[in-house]
């Protein structure tokens, strides 16, 4: 279900309609379930593009080809087999 969704859900649900109808009067319990939806979107939100960019981030390290171990940029051998690393440039 989408945030969208989730939240005018919730807005039917919990908001009395005084609010929904006149929300510059609406007391800050009247909206806090709205409010709170919202914040576990952006919470959401920044969770996703952390996790995107831990993906991102592992795509770019250099691995071992020949036991896929995560290698030190640096290393002419891998550490943990021995084979020797090969960077990125000279593939093909
Ligand atoms: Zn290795």
Redo the contacts with the bound molecule.
């Keep these: 279900m989408g945030w969208v969704a989730l939240s005018l859900l919730v807005g039917v649900a919990f908001v009395p309609e005084s609010a929904l109808a006149n929300p510059g009067t609406a007391g800050v319990r009247d909206v806090a379930p709205i409010a709170a939806v919202g914040l576990a979107s952006a919470i959401d939100a920044y969770a996703l593009a952390t996790r995107h960019n831990l993906r991102l981030e592992a795509e770019r390290a250099v691995r ?1 080809s ?2 896929y ?1 995560e290698l030190e940029a640096d290393l002419a051998f ?1 550490p ?2 021995g ?1 020797e690393a090969t960077t990125g440039d000279d593939a093909d």
């Design positions: 071992c020949n036991c171990r891998c943990w087999c084979t």
